[in-house]
Structure formats: C-alpha cells, structure tokens
C-alpha cells in the first residue's frame, strides 16, 4: 500500500473531540484488504472519536505466541507497546489480534516486573471494534440501508476471548433491509486458526468444508463476519467450491461499503482513491 493512504501508515487525529484511538491496522487488513481499515476509521470518526494510526505497529505477536515462540513473542510485543501506549484507546477490527493484546501480552510480561505493568495498561484499554462501538462508547451507528440476506460466523478469538457475540447482531438488526440467517453452526472454528491450517491442513480443510455446507444450507447471499483471517479462508473455500455467497468485514457493511469487490473477488479498494 501507498504510505500517504495506507491505514498502517499513520495519520493525525481527525476533528472530533473525543477519546483519541489508536488503530491497530492487523497485518492482514494492511496487507489484503485495506477497505476494512478505512471502514473502521468512518465508523470511529463518525461515533466521536479522534484517530491515529501510527506508523511503529507491527504484528501483534500472535504467530509466534502461537508457535511457542515466546522470546520473539515478548520482542514483537514492546513495540507494540510503545506504539500504542499514549491513547486513550486502542482498536483493532479483528478479535485476534485484539484477543492477543488484551489476554496475552500481560502472560508474556508475567514474569517481568518493568514490562508487565505496561503490558496491563494496554490491555485493560485494548478493544475489538465492535464490542468497543457497543458496549463502551454505545454508539447509534446509522448503518445504511443493504438489500440482502446475510449469515454471519462467529470468529474463535472474539467470541471465547472477548464475548463477541451480540454486539454485531445488534448492529445488524439497525440494517434497512437485510435479513440475518443464522447457520446451524455459527460459532464452530471455520479451521483457520492461523498457523493451525499451516501444521494440520487436512483438518483445517475438513473444518472449513463444514462451515462452507453450513454457509450455503442458510441461502444466504452474503457472508459477513469480524475477523478477516476466517473470511479470508471461508470465502476462499466457497470460491473454489462454485458457491455464490459474497464473504464481507461486517465494518464494511455497516460503514456503506458494500460497492467494493467482496473478499477474494478482486481489490477492495483503489488506494490511490482513498482517503
């Protein structure tokens, strides 16, 4: 992406007086579908908030926690820490990566007693981005109208770690002319897992046909979830398999970008357009 319109490559905070935000970009919003990190900042911008995307973030560290790579872990984690740790608040719109600051980093630091409270000052502020516009802000998010009829898949780290669960449902409901379908097994693993489909392929496929058959069983024309991890490896199953469903970042969907290509259909966004 272009620095002067990548959303991790920082920005000065926007007009509007309340808390100041910083936007925890994910690696692969920032390296694949951009559109979710501007959807993300209409969305914090039109809910009162002043935002900032610095340029020092990096990965959350979840790749090597995972892989019991700790050392790298705790690196990757102090620079995250010093990135973010003069907001107010910091959001990500991903469960993951949120899951990792909020739950993990002070595990890292567990032992290490200059780190650690740093790592609980940022934890304690740290959200995913839908639960943070419901539960802390409370905000009227004035969706637009989509004709359509959506299911939507319960990402693993937002819903174990952070109790994401409601939150996106309610958003919907304020969506003129869409139709929720649940699936019969919303909240099962779509077998991503990050590295877990690298290590255990032939699991990780047999999970995602599972959520693939579930998907299309709804007649849902447009899947929708919160972590573009899982709607990467859906949508990506659904593609090869024929189906037709259209897999989107629900913060695209509730920010009014729905014009873009769905995910794995082409670009989502002209960068050089953006801003």
């Not at 959520?211 to 593609?239: E, F, H, S």
């Amino acid at each position: 992406m272009n620095d002067h319109t990548s959303p991790a490559a920082g920005s000065a905070p926007g007009p509007a007086s309340g808390p100041h935000v910083g936007l925890f970009a994910t690696c692969l919003v920032d390296l694949m579908r951009p559109s979710v990190g501007f959807a993300t900042v209409k969305l914090l911008e039109d809910a009162g908030c002043r935002i900032s995307v610095p340029t020092a973030q990096a990965c959350c560290g979840q790749p090597a926690y995972n892989s019991g790579d700790s050392r790298d872990a705790r690196d990757i984690a102090k620079g995250v820490i010093e990135a973010f740790e003069g907001f107010d608040y910091v959001v990500a719109p991903s469960g993951s990566c949120a899951g990792m600051i909020s739950h993990h980093y002070p595990r890292l630091f567990q032992e290490d007693s200059r780190w650690r409270p740093r790592a609980e000052a940022l934890a304690a502020k740290t959200h995913e981005l839908i639960s943070f516009l419901v539960d802390v802000l409370k905000a009227e998010v004035a969706a637009p109208d989509l004709a359509a009829t959506a299911t939507y898949h319960d990402s693993c780290s937002g819903l174990r770690e952070l109790g994401v669960k409601t939150q996106p449902r309610d958003l919907l409901a304020r969506v003129g002319g869409l139709t929720l379908v649940e699936g019969k097994i919303p909240e099962t693993c779509c077998g991503f897992g990050g590295l877990f489909c690298v290590k255990y392929p032939d699991i990780s496929e047999k999970m995602v046909d599972a959520k693939a058959d579930d998907v299309i069983a709804t007649g849902a024309d447009l899947l929708l979830a919160g972590d573009l991890g899982c709607l990467v490896n859906m949508a990506g199953r659904l593609k090869r398999r024929g189906a037709s469903v259209q897999a989107r970042h629900l913060a695209e969907v509730l920010a009014g970008m729905t014009d873009l290509p769905a995910i794995g259909e082409g670009p989502a966004d002209d960068q050089e357009d953006a801003g």
